[in-house]
C-alpha cells in the first residue's frame, strides 16, 4: 500500500485504503436493493481500470458520465481516476446543447450514460467518441448509437483483468494528488457555465475535513444519497466521505417525492444525508406548517416560547419518524436556506448542519462545527477544517464585503479560461463573488451575490435573498424571486396551485382570482411592515410556471430580467 505523501491525497489512496479496512461491510447500492461490499466495489472497479487502459485509454484522457446516481455511477468514476484518466461528470439536468459542447469540449472518447439521458446525444457528431456504455443496460435506437450494456462491458472487464492477473501484469500508472481528477461543468445562476478543473487533493482534502469534524461517524453507518453524483456538494461529502470512514451508501436514482422517500427512509433507515434546502423546506411547508394551523390547540401553544418549544420538540422527533427514525446528521448546502425554517429545526432539536461553499472550492468553505451551539441561526457557520476565509473590501458601516477562501480544496483553475481563472484566484485566494460578513464569534453570514444586489435610485443596496426568504414562509408559495423594475421592487410569485385547489374548492374562477389576489396583497403588506422603505416591494406578481433552477434548486436568474412575470 503505497504511503507517501504524494499518494496519501489521491482518490485511489482512499479507496484502497478503505477496502484494506473493510473489505466485507456494505459499500453502496441502491436502495431497496442488496449493496456491493467494499472488497466487491473495489473489485469492479479495478476491472473497469484495466478494461479502459486496454481500449487505450492513458493518463489524462477525459471519459464522460451522464447518468443518475447508482453504485454503477462510482464505480465507473473510481475506473477512470484509478488510471490516471480525467472524469467528467455531467448535471444529468442539462439540455442537449450544453452536453453536446461539453462532450466536443473535453473530446470525451467514452461516455456512460443512462437511458433518461441517452436521447442527448443523438444528434452529437460523434467525431472523438468511440464508446458508449448503458449504466442501466439499456439500448440506444437502433441505427442512430451503438451502445453497450454495462453488464457486459463489466463481464468482460472482468475477464480482462483474471487474464492480467495470471500472468502477473496488472499495474496502472501513478497517480498524485496534485493531478486533474475530475472536470465539472458549473451549473450557476449567472449564466455561463464555466469548466472547474480539480486535483485529486481538491476533493479528499475537503472529505477528510468532513470525516475528522464529523466525530461520531462510524464504520457501517447509513447514508442516503438523493442530490446528484456529478455536484461537487454530494460527490465529495455524500460518496468519497463514507468510503473513508466505511459507511454504507444507499442511492436514490432520481429526486424523490416526500412520500417516496419517506418510504425508502423507513426501509433503509439511513443516519446520515445532505439535502438542499428545498426538501426541508417542502417538508415544513406541508408537514409541519398543516399540524399546527389545523389545530387550534397547538396554535395557540406556538405563541409562548415554552409552547412552542414543546410543540417543535414534538414535531421534530416526527421529523425524524419520516427520515427512517435513525438520523444522526443531515447537512443542508447547496443553497441558502430560510432562516425562519432554520430557527424551526434548532428549536425542534432536529439534528443538523450548514454548509456554504462552490464547486471550485471542491465544494465546502464554511461549515459547523457539528453540535456547536454558538452556531448563528442564518449563518453559514466557521471556516471548514484546513480552510481560510476573510472579507475583501468590508462596508465601514456593515462590515459586508466580498468572501474569500483558501486551502488545498481550491481549485486549479478554469479549463482553457486563464482570463476568468485570473479573475477569481488571486495570491491562492478564491474569490467568490458572494457577498457576506463574519460575527464576532468567527460566524460567517451569507448576505447574497454580488451580481445579485440591486441599486436603487437613492443608491441604497438591496439584497433580494432576505426578502425572499420571507415570502418563501408563507405555506401557499412555492418559490419567489425579487427583481428590479423601474426603480421599483418587484415579487414574482409562483404560488402552489394544488393547495389553492384546495382551498377554493366549489368556487368559480372570478372567485379564485379574487383569492389569490388577496393572498398576495395580504402578504405584500405585512412583508412591508418587516422592511426597510429601499427594500419594500411594489407588486407581486403571479408566475404561472416555475422557474429554471440549477442542480442544487437555486433560481437561474440571469434568465429573469426586469419586467412581468407570466
Known amino acids: 500500500m503505497p504511503d507517501s505523501n504524494d499518494v496519501r491525497m489521491t482518490l485511489n489512496y482512499i479507496l484502497d485504503t478503505s477496502v484494506e479496512r473493510y473489505a466485507d461491510l456494505p459499500a453502496i447500492g441502491m436502495a431497496a436493493e442488496t449493496p456491493l461490499t467494499y472488497q466487491q466495489f473495489y473489485d469492479n472497479i479495478t476491472a473497469l481500470a484495466v478494461r479502459l487502459a486496454e481500449e487505450g485509454l492513458e493518463k489524462g484522457d477525459r471519459v464522460a ?56 446525444i443523438y444528434e452529437l457528431n460523434k467525431k472523438e467518441l468511440r464508446q458508449v456504455v448503458t449504466l442501466d443496460d439499456s439500448s440506444g435506437a437502433k441505427g442512430v448509437v451503438d451502445v453497450m450494456p454495462f453488464s457486459d462491458y ?39 457555465s464555466k469548466a472547474v478543473m480539480l486535483s485529486h487533493k481538491n476533493l479528499t482534502s475537503n472529505a477528510y475535513s468532513a470525516a475528522n ?18 455536484h461537487t456538494y454530494e460527490f465529495t461529502l455524500g460518496f468519497i466521505l463514507p468510503l473513508v470512514k466505511g459507511c454504507k451508501i444507499a442511492y436514490v436514482g432520481k429526486a424523490p417525492t416526500p412520500a417516496i422517500l419517506q418510504r425508502l427512509c423507513i ?40 409552547g412552542r418549544q414543546f410543540v417543535y420538540k414534538k414535531i421534530g422527533a416526527k421529523l425524524i419518524e419520516f427520515f427512517g427514525g435513525n438520523l444522526e446528521l443531515m447537512g443542508i448546502g447547496g443553497a441558502a436556506l430560510n432562516p425562519d425554517i432554520e430557527q424551526f429545526l434548532r428549536d425542534a432539536g432536529f439534528p443538523y448542519v450548514i454548509g456554504y461553499g462552490l464547486t471550485e472550492s471542491s465544494p465546502i468553505l464554511s461549515g459547523g462545527p457539528v453540535g456547536d451551539p454558538s452556531i448563528a441561526v442564518g449563518s453559514a457557520g466557521r471556516p471548514f477544517p ?75 443596496n438591496v439584497y433580494p435573498e432576505p426578502i425572499e426568504h420571507k415570502i418563501n ?35 368559480g374562477r372570478v372567485e379564485q382570482r379574487d383569492y389569490v389576489d388577496g393572498l398576495m396583497n395580504t402578504m405584500r403588506m ?41
Open 473 to 507: 414562509v408563507y405555506p401557499w408559495v412555492v418559490e419567489a424571486l425579487v427583481v428590479e423594475n423601474n426603480g421599483k421592487l418587484d415579487a414574482w410569485i409562483y404560488p402552489d396551485y394544488e393547495q389553492i385547489d384546495e382551498e377554493t374548492s366549489g368556487k
Open 65 to 120: 458520465i451522464l447518468a443518475e446516481n447508482s453504485h454503477c455511477w462510482g464505480m465507473v468514476y473510481f475506473a477512470i481516476v484509478r488510471i490516471g484518466a480525467v472524469a467528467v461528470p455531467i448535471l444529468p439536468d442539462l439540455p442537449e446543447a450544453d452536453v453536446h459542447h461539453i462532450l466536443n469540449e473535453m473530446e470525451v472518447q467514452v461516455l456512460f450514460v443512462s437511458q433518461r439521458q441517452i436521447e442527448k
Open 154 to 192: 463489466l463481464a468482460e472487464a472482468i475477464s480482462m483483468k483474471e487474464d492480467h492477473e495470471s500472468s502477473e501484469e496488472l499495474s496502472f500508472p501513478e497517480v498524485e494528488e496534485d493531478d486533474l481528477a475530475s472536470i465539472l461543468y458549473t451549473s450557476g445562476t449567472s449564466g455561463y
Open 386 to 460: 484546513g480552510v481560510d476565509i476573510k472579507i475583501v473590501d468590508p462596508d465601514p458601516e456593515t462590515g459586508i464585503g466580498e468572501i474569500w477562501g483558501s486551502g488545498p480544496n481550491i481549485m486549479q483553475g478554469y479549463y482553457n479560461d486563464p482570463d476568468a481563472t485570473a479573475e477569481v484566484l488571486v495570491d491562492g485566494w478564491l474569490a467568490t463573488g458572494d457577498l457576506g460578513y463574519i460575527d464576532e464569534i468567527g460566524n460567517l453570514h451569507i448576505r447574497g451575490r454580488s451580481k445579485n444586489v440591486i441599486v436603487m435610485s437613492n443608491g441604497e
Open 213 to 230: 469534524m464529523i466525530k461520531s461517524l462510524k464504520s457501517g453507518v447509513g447514508f442516503l444519497s438523493v442530490l446528484p453524483m456529478s
Open 526 to 566: 405585512e412583508i412591508n411592515g418587516q422592511l426597510p422603505p429601499a427594500s419594500r416591494l411594489a407588486r407581486i406578481v403571479e408566475r404561472r410556471e416555475p422557474f429554471i433552477k440549477t442542480a442544487t434548486h437555486k433560481i437561474k436568474r440571469y434568465l429573469y430580467g426586469s419586467g412581468t412575470a407570466l
Open 267 to 306: 426501509h433503509e433507515k439511513p443516519n446520515v444525508m445532505f439535502a438542499v434546502p428545498l426538501i426541508m423546506e417542502k417538508i415544513y411547508k406541508k408537514r409541519v406548517m398543516p399540524q399546527i394551523e389545523k389545530s387550534r390547540f397547538l396554535s395557540l401553544l406556538c405563541r409562548c416560547n415554552i
